[in-house]
């Protein structure tokens, strides 16, 4: 049980375009959704909380009009990079929370994203 | 935002000992989880501890929690080549939305 499924697993797209990540839970209500980003190497950078049928919450720094996050359901939360550039190339990585229990957060496969 | 110290950032060992990683904290805690990530995937929940425990098992995994010292431990036994990953320690953040802290990880190389 508790599984998250991340789609695409793999996405490389031309500068100025812009992709979209689902992070679905499969078994599971999720009333809140986490998008992380992660460097090589590094720990896992929160960028935002998404809470179904509300505005996510935005970490410091991180640009919420240009990481737009909506949670429509309680199995489904999207990230959408808009005007990708490379430097937003990196590996992004979502989990859930079941609603009603909490605590442990259960994570997607992550999404490779290359902007050329 | 990171608040837990993990020690060491790197860890190599032979097939059939033990590993342990460390991991300190800054602030209170309600309690501390220990997760895995295999290279290029995401996480794996291992374990939770909570802040009024000191020890916890799960198969060959064993976690230990010093509140006092703000600090826990991961000790993985007879490891395998399998256990081959980085661990993350993750803290719970008081009245937030479950969302946790992490650690800066340790990557964890099982010799054959």
């Known amino acids: 049980g508790a599984v998250v499924s991340q789609h695409p697993s793999r996405v490389i797209c031309k500068s100025g375009t812009s992709v979209k990540i689902e992070c679905r839970s499969l078994?599971?209500?999720?009333?809140?959704m986490f998008w992380y980003r992660q460097f090589p190497k590094k720990s896992l950078m929160l960028m935002a909380t998404s809470n179904e049928g509300s505005k996510a919450t935005y970490e410091q720094g991180v640009e919420k009009d240009k990481f737009l996050i909506n949670h429509a359901s309680l199995t489904l939360s999207t990230l959408t990079v808009t005007s990708a550039h490379p430097e937003d190339s990196s590996f992004y990585i979502c989990?859930?929370?079941?609603?009603?229990?909490?605590?442990?957060?259960?994570f997607g496969p992550g999404t490779r994203l290359l902007v050329l | 935002s990171q608040q837990g110290e993990e020690d060491p950032q790197a860890l190599s060992i032979q097939e059939g000992e033990n590993a342990t990683m460390n991991c300190s904290y800054k602030?209170?805690?309600?309690?501390l989880q220990w997760y895995r990530q295999n290279s290029g995937r995401g996480l794996v929940h291992l374990i939770l501890?909570?802040?009024n425990e000191r020890e916890k098992h799960s198969g060959r995994l064993r976690v230990t929690l010093d509140t006092s010292k703000k600090s826990s431990s991961l000790l993985i036994t007879a490891s395998r080549a399998a256990d081959t990953a980085s661990y993350f320690c993750a803290t719970d953040v008081r009245d937030s939305n479950y969302q946790l802290i992490w650690g800066a990880g340790t990557k964890l190389i099982i010799k054959p």
């Open positions: 501890i909570r802040s």
């Open positions: 602030t209170s805690i309600n309690n």
């Open positions: 989990s859930a929370v079941v609603a009603g229990v909490g605590e442990t957060q259960y």
């Open positions: 078994d599971f209500q999720a009333t809140t």
